[in-house]
């Protein structure tokens, strides 16, 4: 069974960074891709970014380019979210998730995604 640890989160002032970490266990992860997902209050889960496990392409949603950043460390199992110049309405919880073969189509849908973490939360101070 495929676990997934969110860590990193923690309350930070506007403009400031923050890298979050989704460490993997449970299988080998090729042809999976692994994707951040956040939920603020109130609001319905949003898709922020994806990456492919095995050759580390990604995929943003329009409103995350330019701020965010996906990666991943393989000899970890960890894939990462680094997040600058962050705002108050970034205030959410970033939960990592993971779907071996998914359909491109549907990638940034949630219901795409057999694995979840628990979650870690951003809070973002104005």
């Known amino acids: 069974q495929v676990q997934l640890v969110e860590s990193g989160g923690g309350l930070v002032q506007a403009g400031g960074s923050l890298r979050l970490s989704c460490a993997a266990s449970?299988?080998?992860?090729?042809?999976?891709?692994m994707a951040w997902f956040r939920q603020a209050p109130g609001k319905e889960r949003e898709f922020v970014a994806t990456?492919?496990?095995?050759?580390?392409?990604?995929y943003y949603a329009d409103s995350m380019k330019g701020r965010f950043t996906i990666s991943r460390d393989n000899s970890k199992n960890t894939v990462y979210l680094q997040m600058s110049s962050l705002k108050p309405e970034d205030t959410a919880v970033y939960s990592c998730a993971a779907v071996r073969n998914p359909i491109y189509s549907r990638i940034s849908s949630v219901y795409e995604y057999d694995f979840w973490g628990q979650g870690t939360q951003v809070t973002v101070s104005s």
């Open positions: 990456i492919w496990w095995n050759d580390g392409s990604t």
């Open positions: 449970g299988r080998t992860f090729t042809n999976y891709v």
